[in-house]
């Protein structure tokens, strides 16, 4: 059974750094594509950020392309999504989704897609 359970989440203030982690467990693939989304009550889920699988490829939102990097460390089977300079527009539930395919770098991917999801972790930040 595939679970993802996210980690990281917090209060801060602008200005602030904040890393949130998707520890994967029961995920034997080997081509698989993570994303980190976020959603603020009454709005739609949005993706921030993805990471595919072995060849690193990376896609980011124009709002946070910058600020936020996102990396996969294999053997933890984990991916990080570490956020910089964080404003008060950050703030919103944060959840990671995988899918066992590849995901296109050159555009952002709808909901959807992804076929596993995270509980989600929430991210404060004040002005």
């Known amino acids: 059974q595939v679970q993802l359970v996210e980690s990281g989440g917090g209060s801060v203030q602008a200005g602030g750094s904040l890393n949130l982690s998707c520890a994967a467990s029961?995920?034997?693939?080997?081509?698989?594509?993570v994303a980190w989304f976020r959603q603020d009550p009454g709005k739609e889920r949005e993706a921030v950020a993805l990471?595919?699988?072995?060849?690193?490829?990376?896609w980011y939102a124009d709002s946070v392309k910058g600020r936020f990097t996102i990396s996969q460390d294999s053997a933890k089977e984990s991916v990080s999504l570490v956020m910089s300079i964080l404003q008060p527009e950050d703030t919103a539930m944060y959840y990671c989704?995988?899918?066992?395919?590849?995901?296109?770098?050159?555009?952002?991917?709808?909901?959807?897609?992804?076929?596993?999801w995270g509980q989600g972790t929430q991210v404060a930040v004040s002005s």
């Open positions: 989704a995988a899918r066992v395919a590849y995901c296109a770098t050159t555009y952002q991917p709808p909901a959807n897609i992804f076929t596993y």
């Open positions: 029961g995920f034997p693939y080997r081509e698989y594509c």
């Open positions: 990471i595919n699988s072995g060849r690193s490829s990376t």
